[in-house]
C-alpha cells in the first residue's frame, strides 16, 4: 500500500512538489489556509508550468483548508506530513500535523532556514526529516497556478537535499528523496546543516536585496553595484557559517571559501564569482523573482527574521559581526511597513 502523504503550505514550493507527487500518483493531500487557493485546486486542478511547454501540467490533487483538518481524525493517518509553510508558521503548522501521524510516521521541513528543532518541539526529534529546495524559483501567481522561472535542475543541479538530523542515511531519508524526485532531481545527504546554511547564505544574499530594490533576479545580479552588495552579504554569511561550524557545500558553482574572499576583495575570487552569477542571472526568466519580492508585492509578512536576520543574530552570538546583514535586514522591515519604497536607491550606501 502506498504512503499517506500531507502537505501543510501548499503555496509555491509546497503547492509545486505536491502537485509532481500527486502527479507521479502518490496519494497526496494539499493543506492550506488560503481559501480561493483551496477551491481553485478543488473544482479545477493545480496548474503547474515552467519555462518549457513540457513543463505543463493540470494535476488532479485532494486539497484541503486547515479548518478542515480535523477530518484527518477519520481517515487512514499520514505516514509523512510535509511542512512547507513560511518559516514563521512553522510551529503551528507541527502542532496542527502532528497529532494525525500514523504511528511511524514522520515530518519533512521542505522549507527555507532551519526549523527541524521547532518541529521537533511538538514531534520529537525522532519524527523529523530536513529537505532543503536548492535553487528551484517557484512563484503562486495566482489560486491554483504555480510557475517555474527558473530551468530544471536534473543531473546538471540536484535540487532536493533530503537528510536526517543525525547525519546518517536512513530508509525513510532515501524514500523521501524519491517522492521529491518526482519535482525535480534529489539526494540524500549526510550534511543536513550544512546544506541548510548553505542554501540560507545563497537566500540571504538575493532575497532581501531583490525586496528592497524592487529587481528581479536577472536584474539584481546583473546590475554592478546590487551584485557587490550580494556578494558581500554571501561573504560575511559564509564566514558566521564557518565559524559556526558548518561543513559548507558548493553554492551553483560557488565554492565556499571564493565566495568568502570576493567580498572581502580578492580580485581573483571576484572575477570567477561575478562570472558565475552573470551566467546564472541570463538563465532566468525575466520574470523570476525571489520569495521575499512575492511577498512583499502580495502585501505579506515576509520571512526575513530567518534570513538576514537570522545570519545578523546568529553571527552576533558567536562575535563574528554580519553588519550587512543587520543593515539589510532593517531596511526590509521598513519596506514592510512602508516607510520606504523599493528602489535601488536603498542599497547605494551599503
Not at 483548508?65 to 506530513?81: G, I, M, Y
Not at 519533512?108 to 528543532?117: A, D
Not at 530551468?151 to 528523496?177: D, N, S, Y
Not at 549526510?190 to 536585496?209: F, Y
Request: hydrophobic share 40%; charged share 20%; net charge neutral.
Amino acid at each position: 500500500m502506498g504512503k499517506r502523504i500531507a502537505v501543510v503550505g501548499a503555496g509555491a514550493v509546497g503547492g509545486y512538489v505536491g502537485g509532481h507527487m500527486a502527479r507521479a500518483r502518490h496519494d497526496v493531500t494539499l493543506i492550506d489556509p488560503w481559501p480561493q487557493h483551496v477551491e481553485y485546486v478543488r473544482n479545477h486542478g493545480l496548474q503547474l508550468t515552467g519555462m518549457t511547454p513540457q513543463e505543463r501540467h493540470t494535476v488532479r490533487v485532494k486539497a484541503m483548508h486547515v479548518c478542515e483538518v480535523q477530518s484527518l481524525s477519520k481517515q487512514t493517518p499520514v505516514d509523512v506530513a510535509f511542512i512547507s509553510t513560511k518559516s514563521y508558521d512553522t510551529e503551528w503548522a507541527a502542532l496542527l500535523i502532528q497529532q494525525y501521524l500514523a504511528p511511524d510516521g514522520f515530518i519533512v521541513s521542505l522549507q527555507n532556514c532551519f526549523n527541524e528543532e521547532r518541529i521537533a518541539n511538538y514531534a520529537g526529534w525522532g519524527r523529523v526529516v530536513g529537505c532543503i529546495a536548492s535553487s528551484i524559483a517557484v512563484d503562486l501567481y495566482q489560486p491554483g497556478h504555480i510557475k517555474r522561472t527558473g530551468p530544471l535542475g536534473g543531473e546538471k543541479h540536484i535540487v532536493f537535499r533530503v537528510g536526517e538530523v543525525h547525519g546518517r542515511i536512513t530508509k525513510r531519508a532515501e524514500e523521501v528523496a524519491q517522492l521529491v524526485s518526482a519535482a525535480d532531481s534529489a539526494k540524500v545527504t549526510t550534511n543536513l546543516w550544512g546544506e541548510r546554511w548553505s542554501k540560507l547564505v545563497i537566500n540571504s544574499m538575493r532575497n532581501g536585496l531583490s525586496a528592497v530594490t524592487g529587481m528581479s533576479g536577472g536584474e539584481r545580479d546583473l546590475n554592478d553595484m546590487v551584485r557587490w552588495v550580494g556578494i558581500r552579504l554571501g561573504s560575511q554569511a559564509m564566514r558566521v557559517g564557518q565559524a559556526l561550524g558548518f561543513q559548507l557545500e558548493s553554492m551553483q558553482g560557488m565554492k565556499p571559501e571564493t565566495l568568502a574572499r570576493a567580498g572581502e576583495g580578492s580580485q581573483d575570487a571576484l572575477a570567477e564569482v561575478t562570472e558565475i552569477l552573470r551566467t546564472i542571472a541570463r538563465e532566468r526568466s525575466d520574470d523570476q523573482r525571489p520569495s521575499l519580492v512575492q511577498d512583499i508585492m502580495k502585501g505579506r509578512r515576509t520571512e526575513n527574521d530567518f534570513i538576514n536576520g537570522f545570519v545578523a543574530a546568529k553571527g552576533a552570538e558567536i562575535g563574528v559581526p554580519a553588519p550587512l546583514h543587520t543593515a539589510l535586514h532593517e531596511l526590509v522591515n521598513r519596506i514592510e511597513r512602508h516607510e520606504i519604497k523599493p528602489s535601488p536607491d536603498n542599497v547605494a550606501n551599503l
